[in-house]
């Protein structure tokens, strides 16, 4: 079978690296990809939001399967565009993408199905918004424990926490003011902040049947000890013992079920992953968003880790046959995941820059660097995003897969690289 996988980051490199190994798959094509999968893969110089192009090269190459890795695309409505052609592919329609990319209708759902989540208010311009914050917090100095965000995607960053009335106003600004999030911030949430510790917890469900993936632990704040502005994510490790088995049992009943048959009782039945960001709070669980794909950096352990064919998942989440395959086998052993990113991020950055040690850290043993903003130019691997590579090691232990990861960051090298220190750290408070 051929395959095609749409996007050019480190969880498409993933992706193309893990169906690459099915016995039942002779090519991987990636749309555009990156230096990475140029390797593992074969890129193809298509743009993901080109859906005709890509239609056309599924027909013309007799792909199998199609497979989307970001958000983007699947919102705008790719599964639709390609299953009215009669092609397989993996992933929400637009209906059901609505999850993730429009926080009202993800806050508006979780209401109706009673999944616990924080309290929340809509608001369509700044004035009615603003108006809010002041009456309810009318003293400057009284914390604030609200989080504003923009209504649409916003490349992770239309998000944001605040503790005093100044913050709130400003960020109110930032959305609806300002439209730093462009058409994303036309409408926006204004939400209680909830405290505690986030985790991710992903399944594969075809509708009726959840396959409920092992929980990981983002890393998205930018700098050690979980300080500065926020991220795509600066890292990930997984099974994290934040969630043991009685939690995810909680989570599965109380979160995934109810929003899946929600889904199919609103005529947007959920295929594909379901990847629910969960703050654990005194109260116990609680959904501060939904994404509609894998998480990433979080699908780069998670796959490192897995021991099943992919593709026999994916077929089947296609098909609603999730339920004659047998349950996916994970390495027992933990996966760390840390994002190596160019200087100035999640700010302004550089191109270009020369990448050295490549090869020196793919030779370390249980550990893969999956690239994620990285090109080829004149021969030579540089970088070619924010976040530039996610190096990905086994261990042992957390403690052991964390050395061995880091192992191979100090074996990598280019101007202005950097990384968080302390990826996984948190894990050892649970243990």
């Given at each position: 079978?051929?395959?095609?996988?749409?996007?050019?980051?480190?969880?498409?490199?993933?992706?193309?690296?893990?169906?690459?190994?099915?016995?039942?798959?002779?090519r991987?094509?990636?749309a555009?990809?990156?230096?990475g999968?140029?390797?593992?893969?074969?890129?193809?110089?298509i743009?993901?939001?080109?859906?005709?192009?890509?239609?056309?090269?599924?027909?013309?190459?007799?792909?199998?399967?199609t497979?989307?890795?970001?958000?983007?695309?699947?919102?705008?409505?790719?599964v639709?565009?390609?299953a009215?052609?009669?092609?397989?592919?993996?992933?929400?329609?637009?209906?059901?993408?609505?999850?993730?990319?429009?926080?009202?209708?993800?806050?508006?759902?979780?209401?109706?199905?009673?999944?616990?989540?924080?309290?929340?208010?809509?608001?369509?311009?700044?004035?009615?918004?603003?108006?809010?914050?002041?009456?309810?917090?009318?003293?400057?100095?009284?914390?604030?424990?609200?989080?504003?965000?923009?209504?649409?995607?916003?490349?992770?960053?239309?998000?944001?926490?605040?503790?005093?009335?100044?913050?709130?106003?400003?960020?109110?600004r930032?959305v609806?003011?300002?439209?730093?999030?462009?058409?994303?911030?036309?409408?926006?949430?204004?939400?209680?902040?909830?405290?505690?510790?986030?985790?991710?917890?992903?399944?594969?469900t075809?509708?009726q049947?959840?396959?409920?993936?092992?929980?990981?632990?983002?890393?998205?704040p930018a700098?050690?000890?979980?300080?500065?502005?926020?991220?795509?994510?600066?890292?990930?490790?997984?099974?994290?013992p934040?969630?043991?088995?009685?939690?995810?049992?909680?989570?599965?009943?109380?979160?995934?079920?109810?929003?899946?048959?929600?889904?199919?009782?609103?005529?947007?039945?959920?295929?594909?992953?379901?990847?629910?960001?969960?703050?654990?709070?005194?109260?116990?669980?609680?959904v501060?968003?939904?994404?509609?794909?894998?998480?990433?950096?979080?699908?780069?352990?998670?796959?490192?880790?897995?021991?099943?064919?992919?593709?026999d998942?994916?077929?089947?989440?296609?098909d609603?046959?999730?339920?004659?395959?047998?349950?996916?086998?994970?390495?027992?052993?933990?996966?760390?995941?840390?994002?190596?990113?160019?200087?100035?991020?999640?700010?302004?950055?550089?191109?270009?820059?020369?990448?050295?040690?490549?090869?020196?850290?793919?030779?370390?043993?249980?550990?893969?660097?999956f690239?994620?903003?990285?090109?080829?130019?004149?021969?030579?691997?540089v970088?070619?995003?924010?976040?530039?590579?996610?190096?990905t090691?086994?261990?042992?232990?957390?403690?052991?897969?964390?050395?061995?990861?880091?192992?191979?960051?100090?074996?990598?090298?280019w101007?202005?690289?950097?990384?968080?220190?302390?990826?996984?750290?948190?894990?050892?408070?649970?243990?």
């Open positions: 079978m051929k395959i095609l996988i749409i996007g050019g980051g480190g969880r498409e490199h993933a992706l193309a690296w893990r169906l690459g190994q099915s016995s039942r798959v002779d991987v094509f990636v555009p990809g990156n230096a999968t140029a390797v593992d893969a074969e890129n193809v110089d743009a993901m939001h080109d859906f005709p192009r890509l239609i056309r090269f599924a027909k013309e190459n007799q792909i199998g399967l497979v989307v890795g970001p958000e983007a695309p699947l919102a705008a409505g790719i639709d565009a390609f009215n052609e009669n092609l397989r592919i993996f992933g929400p329609t637009r209906g059901a993408a609505q999850l993730e990319a429009s926080k009202i209708f993800c806050k508006n759902l979780l209401r109706q199905a009673d999944v616990p989540t924080a309290d929340y208010q809509v608001f369509r311009d700044a004035e009615s918004a603003s108006r809010f914050i002041m009456d309810r917090f009318p003293s400057e100095t009284e914390e604030v424990p609200v989080v504003v965000k923009a209504d649409g995607l916003a490349a992770g960053k239309g998000v944001m926490g605040c503790s005093r009335r100044a913050d709130a106003l400003a960020a109110i930032r609806a003011t300002d439209r730093e999030f462009g058409e994303a911030g036309a409408q926006m949430v204004i939400e209680e902040r909830l405290d505690g510790e986030e985790v991710s917890v992903m399944a594969i075809d509708g049947t959840i396959m409920t993936l092992p929980p990981a632990q983002d890393h998205k700098f050690d000890g979980d300080q500065g502005p926020n991220t795509g994510g600066m890292g990930a490790y997984s099974p994290t934040l969630v043991q088995d009685a939690t995810l049992a909680l989570i599965e009943e109380r979160i995934l079920v109810p929003t899946v048959h929600i889904m199919k009782r609103s005529r947007h039945a959920f295929r594909g992953v379901l990847y629910a960001g969960i703050i654990m709070t005194h109260q116990g669980p609680k501060l968003e939904f994404n509609v794909r894998f998480g990433d950096p979080e699908c780069q352990p998670l796959l490192m880790r897995l021991q099943s064919d992919l593709l998942c994916l077929e089947a989440t296609i609603g046959k999730l339920h004659e395959i047998p349950p996916a086998q994970w390495d027992p052993r933990p996966a760390i995941s840390v994002v190596m990113a160019s200087a100035g991020y999640p700010g302004d950055y550089e191109r270009g820059k020369p990448i050295r040690g490549l090869e020196d850290a793919a030779a370390l043993p249980d550990v893969k660097v690239h994620s903003g990285t090109a080829i130019s004149n021969g030579q691997v970088s070619n995003g924010g976040r530039v590579l996610t190096v090691a086994l261990g042992n232990s957390i403690s052991a897969a964390k050395l061995q990861a880091y192992r191979a960051v100090k074996c990598i090298r101007d202005g690289a950097w990384c968080r220190k302390d990826i996984s750290d948190k894990a050892l408070r649970h243990l």
